[in-house]
């Protein structure tokens, strides 16, 4: 098998995820390229397609939302994405295991015993005769089930049911409770019946790959993906990576030169770049681990220089003024100060269009 160089992956994967240069695709052919965005934040995960699309509006992500063509659903790693219509009745199915193991393993114990045909239709019942906040669930579940816990029984429902979260929640220059229907209420489209993890793999590689069975299983949640990669058979190439770890890709996605010019990119928190490898070594370096974040913890907003973590960044805003912070992990070159600083002034420009001014601070490393 060819070895990649990290480098290499590293260009490979940027190339996918539409971060060496702002594509041209529209925002439903984005999503699905993309297989989602994470948004479990309200807003911040616009800021992800503003860096990958030329041009993008957030009108344009909103009104998906708004006309339901897209939505904001649990689905790999039983967490929020946003992700088209098409692709939450044919994804939230195929990760319903991976949302059961992560919920029983926190409130199992609350569901011992407990009738989940009954449960499931009364919350049926509830968030499809108008939608319904997570405390608001759970209080009126507990009503008809007394003496079991109410955070349990929303958490039950969440598990048995696939909610959607519904707008205003979620639309740019909005706010609204976090409050839930089901997909079959929202989008008046049943499940997929005919979901495979095959098709699962060949997504996860066109927009991630290369990449190990750690890194697909890392992604989605699911375990024993390397059957999947067996039995794709020719439909995939292998490589090995420099420490002789097996990687699958597609015979036909891009692999650029790993001298590839990677230009300033700003990521958001909880981009899906930094969260959907077993091995993430190839964008978070090590200066990374040494601002005290973890694989686990809270993730940063970050910024890209020469395609791997390079500085952290955040705005704040007081009275008509908003202020991009910048804190790098290691000195920069002065060209890479000067594409930071002309990157963030459009940042700023396309997140706080309502101020008057526009500010750039940085912090030390």
């Not at 060949?202 to 750690?214: D, T």
């Not at 705005?315 to 990157?343: C, N, Y």
Request: glycine share 6%.
């Amino acid at each position: 098998m060819a070895v990649l160089t990290l480098r290499e992956l590293n260009r490979a994967t940027l190339a996918r995820q539409l971060l060496l240069g702002r594509s041209d695709m529209g925002v439903v052919a984005a999503l699905e390229h993309l297989v989602g965005l994470q948004a479990q934040t309200p807003h911040s995960w616009y800021v992800g397609l503003w860096s990958r699309l030329a041009g993008f509006q957030a009108e344009q992500a909103a009104d998906l939302l708004l006309g339901r063509d897209a939505v904001r659903i649990a689905v790999m790693r039983s967490t929020i994405h946003f992700v088209t219509a098409r692709d939450a009745v044919w994804l939230r199915p195929l990760v319903q295991v991976v949302i059961e193991r992560s919920t029983n393993g926190a409130f199992g114990k609350h569901l011992r015993d407990i009738d989940r045909e009954a449960l499931t239709k009364d919350g049926r019942e509830l968030v499809e005769s108008a939608p319904r906040t997570p405390s608001e669930l759970g209080t009126l579940l507990a009503e008809r089930w007394p003496g079991r816990d109410p955070a349990a029984l929303y958490q039950a429902i969440r598990m048995w049911l696939p909610l959607v979260q519904v707008p205003p929640r979620g639309v740019w220059g909005r706010s609204g409770a976090t409050s839930h229907t089901t997909t079959d209420a929202w989008l008046g489209r049943p499940l997929a019946t005919d979901a495979t993890p095959d098709e699962l793999v060949l997504r996860y590689l066109a927009a991630f790959g290369p990449a190990s069975v750690k890194d697909i299983q890392t992604w989605c949640g699911l375990t024993r993906l390397a059957e999947v990669t067996t039995r794709l058979g020719d439909r995939l190439i292998r490589f090995r990576d420099e420490q002789g770890q097996e990687l699958f890709d597609l015979p036909d996605a891009p692999r650029p030169p790993a001298d590839t010019p990677a230009p300033i990119r700003f990521l958001y928190d909880y981009d899906n770049l930094l969260l959907s490898h077993a091995d993430r070594t190839r964008f978070i370096t090590p200066e990374y681990f040494h601002q005290g974040f973890t694989d686990n913890g809270p993730m940063p907003s970050i910024i890209l220089v020469d395609g791997s973590t390079g500085a952290h960044w955040r705005i704040t805003r007081q009275r008509r003024t908003a202020t991009l912070h910048i804190k790098p992990f290691t000195p920069l070159a002065p060209a890479d100060v000067a594409a930071i600083e002309e990157e963030g002034a459009r940042l700023l420009t396309f997140t706080e269009p309502r101020t008057t001014t526009h500010d750039i601070q940085w912090l030390p490393h």
